[in-house]
């Protein structure tokens, strides 16, 4: 292992939030919770559990109460679970919930956020300013994210500085980690690398806090990851199966697997505290519930049973 990579990576799990909205079928909130409770036995300690948006927008997760109340929010819990909110009314939700994390999203492209969540740019970190500010007066932890951080599929390549105004506005309004999302995959890795230069020759002490969330279209997911890992970026989004996608990115497929990113790390000498077998056994779970074949590399290689020599 070079010694320039992270010894230690965090895994965090968006396979029952990000990986389950945009299924067009309903998975019955008994398996959602059967979801979550393998994957906290695979050795994932961040997880995103649901969403408090709107149902009629996405009503994939209109179950959230019951979700996270089956659950152990308590302090004393291994695990971490979030909610992602998309305003105050959300937010009210997730505290009536429990739950001690939240995570709010925003874009640096105007027309992606118009079509997410209704609000410019500016707007989006002005309402998420006042959700951030009662999120940490009531206890909680926030998170931020930003999608379309390298490509948007409506306005093309966005620059590597509007990403780092935007993180830089997250930070500020109190976040304490903010995830970076190439939407639609189709960043390089020299693009990732870009981008996290500009925002770390201004802000070095961020290094620590960002988090990359990569999806797979172009199949460059975990090429992207490893040149996060060569800028020293230690925090990884990914969901089971490769489960994930967003309605109002066209073309857009799911998230790096989480078991392709386990398989890499452990392959890399990095530490993920994380079974990559017991994760398998979450997809396979999974691809059961959805009634169709998950593709992710390492689901694919530990599940099949090789009958006939190689040469």
């Known amino acids: 292992m070079s010694p320039t990579l992270p010894t230690h990576v965090k895994l ?32 994932l300690t961040h997880i995103e559990a ?22 152990d929010l308590s302090s004393n819990s291994p695990i971490t679970y979030s909610a992602l ?15 001690k994390r939240i995570a709010v999203f925003t874009a640096t492209s105007n027309s992606f956020t118009q079509k997410n969540i209704g609000m410019t740019v500016a707007e989006s970190l002005t309402t998420f300013e006042t959700v951030v ?6 206890g909680l932890s926030v998170r931020g994210y930003v999608s379309t951080a390298w490509v948007c599929p409506y306005e093309g390549q966005m620059p590597a500085e509007s990403v780092r105004d935007v993180t830089e506005a997250l930070f ?3 976040v304490d980690e903010v995830s ?12 990732i690398q870009h981008t996290l230069s500009v925002l770390l020759n201004k802000h070095p002490n961020y290094l620590s806090a960002l988090a990359l969330h990569c999806h797979d279209t172009y199949g460059t997911a975990l090429a992207n990851v490893m040149a996060g890992l060569q800028m020293g970026i230690s925090t990884f989004d990914a969901s089971a199966g490769g489960l994930g996608g967003c309605p109002y990115a066209p073309g857009a497929s799911g998230n790096v697997a989480t078991e392709d990113v386990v398989s890499l790390m452990d392959r890399l000498g990095i530490n993920t505290g994380v079974d990559v077998t017991r994760v398998v056994e979450a997809t396979a779970l999974m691809e059961t519930l959805l009634g169709r074949p998950l593709t992710s590399k390492t689901y694919q290689r530990l599940r099949t049973v090789k009958t006939e020599s190689c040469v």
Do not use: C, Y
């Open 133 to 138: 500010q009662q999120a940490l007066a009531a």
């Open 172 to 174: 500020n309004m109190g």
């Open 85 to 99: 909110v998309p305003n105050l009314k959300g937010l009210e939700r997730a505290i009536d919930s429990g739950v």
């Open 50 to 71: 649901t969403s408090f948006v709107h149902p009629k927008a996405v009503p994939q997760m209109a179950d959230a109460l019951e979700v996270l109340a089956s659950l």
């Open 12 to 43: 965090v799990e968006v396979g029952p939030r990000d990986g389950l909205q945009n299924e067009g079928a309903l998975i019955p909130t008994a398996d959602k919770i059967r979801f979550i409770q393998a994957l906290g036995k695979a050795g």
């Open 180 to 191: 970076l999302g190439d939407t639609i995959g189709a960043a390089t890795p020299v693009q």
